[in-house]
């Protein structure tokens, strides 16, 4: 099966770190941009990050210098480090892979049949 699968979500108090991965099965990541999306209750998703082919990133304003995403094509994996996380960072994290479109334009793509693949998400809370 074609897919991208999240995981890697959970609980954490403010100011805490997570790790998020995102792994294709069914095909290579390593020709793919990839980014992330989030979703918080009442909230439109966004866009938080992208990452090239080519290993170029791109962050959305509120994440950056917080967040940092990698990839190891050896893993066919995507990974999303965050730190300093706070409570307006709480939300349903889904990862996104798409073959032709550059991260300029997926990140700003928030529709689930904007992009090749959509994987199911994985929750993140922060909370005390």
């Known amino acids: 099966q074609l897919q991208v699968v999240e995981s890697g979500g959970g609980l954490v108090q403010p100011g805490g770190s997570l790790r998020l991965s995102c792994a294709a099965s069914?095909?290579?990541?390593?020709?793919?941009?990839i980014a992330w999306f989030r979703q918080a209750p009442g909230k439109e998703r966004e866009g938080v990050s992208c990452?090239?082919?080519?290993?170029?990133?791109t962050y959305g304003d509120s994440v950056r210098g917080r967040f940092t995403i990698s990839r190891d094509n050896a893993k066919n994996s995507v990974f999303l480090q965050m730190h300093r996380l706070k409570p307006d960072d709480t939300g349903d994290y889904y990862c996104?892979?798409?073959?032709?479109?550059?991260?300029?334009?997926?990140?700003?793509?928030?529709?689930?049949?904007?992009?090749?693949?959509w994987g199911q998400g994985t929750q993140v809370t922060i909370s005390s």
């Open positions: 996104a892979a798409d073959s032709t479109l550059p991260c300029w334009a997926l990140i700003r793509n928030t529709e689930k049949d904007g992009s090749d693949y």
């Open positions: 069914g095909f290579s990541l390593g020709s793919y941009a």
């Open positions: 990452i090239s082919s080519r290993g170029s990133t």
